[in-house]
């Protein structure tokens, strides 16, 4: 039997890993991969390369550098330079090799900061981006335009998803870059063994947000590519091709801080801090389109923080780094 070869860019990561989990369990797949030692995406000529040698059938491009509202703060022209140059060389090389099936996956951080709720994959471009992650949604929404560009002028059948907040297993712990669910799971965690009397979260609490659990997006992802191409044409227009991916439920801060130190059982109090900002006041994702086309996700909330926990603490000493 001939294997379909995929490359899964970011393989390492929490989403690029939870795309091999699930492409592990199709035998009529060979997953390929490389560390960033190993191929370095920001690299043009590398990337062309790879591409040249290896006749790839899909690509799933999941690599990005990523992170939280204190990261994208602080590393703005970092966010914007190296997310636009990834996808650039592997969407174009890709294509110069004669891959025609692509997934590109974007973030909720696209729409407008005010965009009308639940936002819908048609409010993308229609107004002022929130401040604190500008530069990082406008390489994602550039992301998107080469593959809508590549389709148009190619014929190459590129499709992007949206995926709302995630959380899971191999997500970033690391407190001076790690978004929200990491960074209180591991804060209320260690307050716990600390036996300290309270936790101090950024912001007013009152954002609301959607999460969804790494593992469901997996399944939006190998779902969507392995639909008809007619089909999610018919669904996904030539200049409105991304597809949002989420549970189409949110809830504030503060509730997922005191639903996360419920898993964790954490005892003491817990504060929130004004001063710090809040970010978009609020990002749920209109699902829509992908329940049409024969998706919904899988894991509650609940379910998904507990595993996402359980799998902290297997692995706490290397989060620690």
């Known amino acids: 039997m001939i294997r379909k070869k995929i490359f899964v860019a970011g393989h390492r990561g929490m989403v690029g890993s939870a795309i091999c989990r699930k492409l592990e369990m199709d035998d009529s797949v060979e ?9 370095d995406l920001t690299n043009q000529n590398a990337v062309q390369d790879f591409f040249e040698n290896y006749k790839l059938d899909e690509v799933y491009l999941s690599a990005a550098k990523v992170g939280g509202i204190y990261a994208n703060n602080t590393y703005p022209a970092e966010f914007i330079y190296e997310n636009l140059l990834i996808e650039a060389n592997v969407i174009h090389s890709a294509h110069q090799a004669g891959v025609n099936k692509l997934l590109f996956l974007g973030s909720s951080c696209i ?34 335009k080469m593959c809508e560009s590549y389709n148009r002028q190619c014929n190459r059948d590129y499709r992007c998803i949206m995926p709302t907040n ?19 799971i591991r804060r209320f965690h260690e307050a716990k063994i600390k036996n300290l009397d309270n936790v101090t979260v950024w912001g007013t609490g009152n954002p609301k947000r959607e999460f969804l659990y790494v593992d469901d997006m997996a ?23 991304h597809i949002n991916v989420g549970t189409g439920e949110d809830c504030s801060i503060r509730e997922i ?19 710090k900002p809040d970010g978009t006041p609020r990002k749920l994702m209109d699902v829509d389109r992908i329940h049409s086309l024969g998706w919904k996700h899988n894991y509650s909330l609940q379910q998904g923080l507990q595993n996402t926990y359980e799998w902290f603490l297997k692995n706490y000493e290397a989060s620690r780094k």
């Open 111 to 144: 729409y407008p900061k005010f965009a009308p709720q639940p936002m819908k994959e048609n409010t993308l471009l229609t107004g002022v981006l929130e401040s604190t992650n500008e530069p990082y949604a406008i390489a994602k929404i550039a992301g998107i």
């Open 257 to 275: 801080a005191e639903m996360i130190a419920q898993v964790i059982q954490f005892k003491g109090d817990i504060f929130f801090d004004s001063s």
């Open 166 to 184: 995630l959380y899971g297993i191999n997500d970033n712990f690391n407190l001076d870059n790690s978004h929200v669910v990491p960074a209180l």
């Open 31 to 39: 997953i390929i991969t490389k560390t960033k030692n190993e191929l």
């Open 219 to 241: 399944s939006a992802a190998v779902h969507i590519m392995a639909l008809d191409q007619k089909l999610y044409v018919e669904k996904c227009p030539p200049m409105l091709s």
